[in-house]
């Protein structure tokens, strides 16, 4: 079992910066496949952003402006969103998993945190 618990959400101003942290334990995380998705009301959970060893990747909607990165040794993922607009606004979700058929599918994650609410404000 992998037990996954995120923060770092809030309310921020359009422009603005946050940093989602997304703490793990129970496994090996450093084996993982990392991912962080979002949802925002009405619509479907869609992929953010993705890690596995060094290989990184984003959405296009958040492509140069968002960045994902691990610190096996902390068990931790991080996601560093800059330049916010107010389409970010979800709960974003960490996922992890051993193997995925598709990084960027929500189904192919096993484990998942339970969220934290970001709100972007115009």
């Known amino acids: 079992q992998v037990q996954l618990v995120e923060s770092g959400g809030g309310l921020v101003q359009a422009g603005g910066s946050l940093r989602l942290t997304c703490a793990a334990s129970?496994?090996?995380?450093?084996?993982?496949?990392m991912g962080w998705f979002r949802q925002a009301p009405g619509k479907e959970r869609e992929f953010v952003a993705a890690?596995?060893?060094?290989?990184?990747w984003y959405a296009d909607t958040v492509k140069g402006r968002f960045t994902i990165s691990r610190n096996n040794a902390r068990n931790t993922v991080y996601l560093q969103m800059n330049s916010l607009k107010p389409e970010d606004t979800a709960v974003y979700y960490c996922?992890?998993?051993?193997?995925?058929?598709?990084?960027?599918?929500?189904?192919?994650?096993?484990?998942w945190g339970q969220g934290t609410q970001v709100t972007v404000s115009s």
């Open positions: 996922a992890a998993s051993e193997g995925v058929r598709n990084i960027k599918g929500p189904a192919s994650y096993v484990y």
């Open positions: 129970g496994r090996t995380f450093s084996n993982y496949n």
């Open positions: 890690i596995f060893l060094s290989n990184t």
